[in-house]
Structure formats: C-alpha cells, structure tokens
C-alpha cells in the first residue's frame, strides 16, 4: 500500500502529525509512506525513518517570486514528484486550500482515496474549501486534541480505531560531531519565546525558576529564534546565576537541545512539543491557549499547567520540578 500524508506546517502541528505513521504501520506493517512537506521541516520528518520519501514544498518562499523563472522551474519539479507515484490513499490533515490542491495533484490508484477532514478543530484555520478534493471527509469534535486529529483521520480512512497511545517514532538527529555548545552535564532548557506576546510566560518568572535549578546543580540554556528574542535571553540570562545563551540554532541543532534536555521547560511552541515527543521530562505552560489543543498527554513524563487566561504561577512550576525530578535534592 503507497500513502501520501499532507502536512505542511507548521512544527508544531508537523510534529503532532508523526503518530500517523505508527498507527498506520501497526496496522498496515508494509504500507509504504511519503510526505509533503514545508522545506523547513524536511529533515525534521526525516527523523522518522519509516517515513520513505519527504518531498519539499516551498509555497512559502515560492510566494515571493511567482513569475521568476527558478521559481516556476522548482514549483514544475514539485508537481512532477508529487505525480511520479500513484497513491492508495493521500492524506491531507491540514484541511486548507493550499493542501487540499497538493492532494488533489497527487494520483491515485482506480480504488484510491482522497481523504480528509470534513470540518475544523475550534480556532483552527481551517478552509472548508479544502473538502471538494476530498472522496472522505473524516468529521471530529470541536475539541480534538492536534495529536488525535490527524490520527483520526488516518484511522477512518483505513479502517482501524485508535486504542493507543501516541507513538512520535522519532529517531535522534545525527551529528558527525556534537555542536560545541552543548554541555556534557544535565541541563534545563528554558522555551521561552513564541511569536505571539500573549503566549509568554513573565520574565521575573524565569528568573526566580533559575535559581531554583541552581540550587539542584543544573544549568539552564536559552534558545532564541530572531533578534527580539536574543534581546529578551540576554535580559533573563543577565538576571540568572547559571544561564548560558545559544548561537544561533539550526533546525536539527534545536531538535538534538530539545532532545538532550534533562528538563524542558516551555510555552506553548514548536520547540516544547519536540522535547514532549521525545518524552523528555517536559513541563508545558499554557498562558493564553487552550491547553486540550495540543497538551503532551502520551507520557507520564509530560506536566501540563495553566490554561487559557490561566497562567501557571512559579510555585506550580516548582511542584512539577519536584515531581518530575525529584525533591529539591533531586531524588524521587
């Protein structure tokens, strides 16, 4: 069996995308599985190695040259792939315009099916347009977790139920040689930065949660994605007794800093729900969104606080700590 999963964006949702393919394999154990994805994300999906063909797409930075030659030779070589295989099924978990014509590109085989959502999650942006490429139409609740979404989805259109927990399947990524910044001792990442303001846990919150980990011996690092988020690492970093900030990441780099973290600590991002896949000890701060959306919930290794208007106070914070690493002397 050949599928073909769309999913484009954005790292978070292309990560809550991944326990498709465990399911479908648990399923279909020789089903071969190809996927569409943003170019940025590429070798992110390239971590899961029964994923056989990661195909780029560029809609992104195809945007702002349509009329340039290279970009109209690069969105032709794009078609070409995605048509080269003809699929048993295609997937298209996103459910807008833009996915739904990548899956209507995409040839099927004469009993092949289309499928995909049948309507959107609440405050989803979902394109009710997306479902005249559809031959199925998967409804689910208002309130579907991320995770469960794309689950579902592939569950209907093969026929199976979901009864497990959700399996990331991602490998670490492979360095010839380690990143000179990363530390050989245990350290605490700290997610600090996400592109919307309301998203963002108080400063002074970071600070006083540093100097708790200091009192346990460990050391916290700060990843920073463009120019207003270094600035905020160096105020919190200056304020901090045992902060380190990082040069500026890759993708790859940023995936292996979540992947090695003793704790994650983190808004609601990209970064946070990567070190929950790979259930590392992750404590997820939901400040000003909906935490059934996207909450880790597949491992015990995984703390949720606060909630939408509700942010979690440092005290809660601290009680996580205790719980997932032990008393302040670090034994459970």
Known sequence: MKILIVRVSSLGDVVHNMPMVADILRHHPHAQIDWVVEEAYVNLVRLNARVRNVIPYALRRWRKSLLAPATRAEMRAFYHRVRSERYDIVFDTQGLLKTGIVMRMARITPNGKRVGLAN?????????????????????????????????VAAAGLGYTVDTPADFMLQPPHFDALPAWLPERPYAAFFHATARASKQWASGNWVQLSHLLDRRGLPVLLAWGNDAEYAV????????????????????????????AALAIGVDTGLTHIAAAYNRPTIELYCDSPRWKTEGNWSGNIINLGEQGAPPSVADVAGAINSLLGGANGKR
Do not use: K
């Open 120 to 152: 959107g999650t609440e405050g989803s942006g979902y394109e009710g347009a997306s479902r005249v490429f559809h031959t199925t139409s998967v409804p689910v609740d208002v309130h579907t977790h991320a995770v469960l979404r794309g689950r579902l």
């Open 233 to 260: 690492a160096q105020r919190l970093a200056a304020q901090m007794p045992n902060a380190q900030i990082l040069p500026r990441l890759s993708m790859m780099e940023a995936v292996l800093f979540a992947q090695r």
